[in-house]
């Protein structure tokens, strides 16, 4: 790197594909352009339900429909970079774009981690008070934590953009993925990085750290309450409302678990999977949320069916 050659905020940052792959990048590219498509459609599809069915105006669907406005933001945050470098063999990025592709992809990330924190107290209070369930999660108070876990998510990464720009990188700079992340940025930088990786990690302690803490105390609890049903029916009934939302927190954090072990242990060895794995931590959770709560969501169906067959009797 010859970072005397350098001045603050006039890098470019060169993107990178799949290692070794660059000649096939078109055919490997199509998997992961159809996962996009898929997720675009299938979270339209879903605010769409939710926005225009009555039936589905309760607190855990108005959560679901911030989830899905949360991931369509990533994949408009992540997909056109991917669409220049695969299909066009653009690398390029000049550092205001990279710095705001960066803030885009971290402050959605941390909404969906926000919106599944709230989705899982959510749950708790619908089976520990059902009775008292609307009134404890009126309409007003769902506007406040989506307003909150949104203003939180540009507050914690508001500063990196800004703290990006004082330091000096090389004219050309080599990325480790396909769009740009703040530890990737900071780690080709040729000052002290120190303030910048201090910010980074407070950043993500007080969103996905806090998060998982709060999510996993969340289902203690209601593992608890369940516990203290006595009819073994209505303890599967209570515990089958919170598989949807347990298996999309799964999907949630188990591949950022998976990239973090990765990068720690065989990045080096094995880039191209290293590679294929970052873009498979942001491109799951917006493919599967749709289809884990179409799968298991009755209400979610139901809606479905009932506009498939509005449209059918209006074309009739």
């Not at 060169?14 to 096939?24: D, K, Q, V, Y």
């Not at 009134?135 to 934590?145: E, G, N």
């Not at 794995?277 to 949320?289: E, R, T």
Request: proline share 6%.
């Amino acid at each position: 790197m010859f970072c005397n050659t350098s001045t603050p905020g006039h890098s470019t940052f060169l993107l990178t594909g799949f290692p070794g792959l660059e000649a096939s990048h078109h055919w490997v590219s199509i998997p992961i352009n159809l996962v996009c498509v898929v997720s675009i459609l299938g979270n339209s599809i879903i605010l769409f339900l939710i926005r225009t069915d009555p039936a589905l105006h309760e607190p855990m669907y108005i959560f679901l429909s911030m989830l899905a406005a949360s991931d369509l933001g990533l994949c408009a945050s992540t997909f056109p970079t991917m669409v220049r470098l695969f299909w066009l063999g653009t690398r390029e990025l000049p550092f205001d774009f990279c710095a705001a592709q960066m803030f885009f992809i971290h402050a959605f990330t941390y909404v969906e981690s926000g919106v599944l924190l709230a989705m899982a107290f959510d749950r708790f209070i619908a089976i520990r008070d059902p009775l008292h369930y609307a009134t404890i999660l009126p309409h007003s108070a769902v506007a406040k934590v989506g307003a909150a876990v949104l203003v939180r998510a540009i507050l914690l990464n508001l500063p990196g953009p800004i703290l990006l720009r004082r330091l000096i990188f090389p004219q050309i700079s080599t990325l480790s993925h396909c769009y740009c992340l703040h530890c990737d940025l900071v780690g080709l930088a040729c000052s002290d990085t120190r303030i910048n990786s201090l910010v980074g990690l407070v950043s993500i302690l007080l969103s996905l750290g806090l998060d998982s803490s709060l999510i996993m105390l969340s289902y203690a609890l209601i593992l608890r309450t369940v516990l203290g049903i006595a009819s073994p029916g209505e303890r599967l009934k209570a515990l089958n409302t919170c598989v949807s939302h347990l298996c999309i927190v799964l999907i949630f954090y188990l591949p950022k678990l998976g990239l973090s072990v990765l990068h720690r242990v065989e990045k080096h060895s094995y880039p191209a999977l290293a590679v294929l794995m970052a873009n498979l931590h942001f491109l799951v959770p917006p493919f599967m949320n749709p289809v884990v709560y179409c799968i298991k969501s009755k209400q979610i169906r139901q809606g479905f069916l009932r506009r498939f067959q509005q449209k059918r009797v209006d074309i009739s």
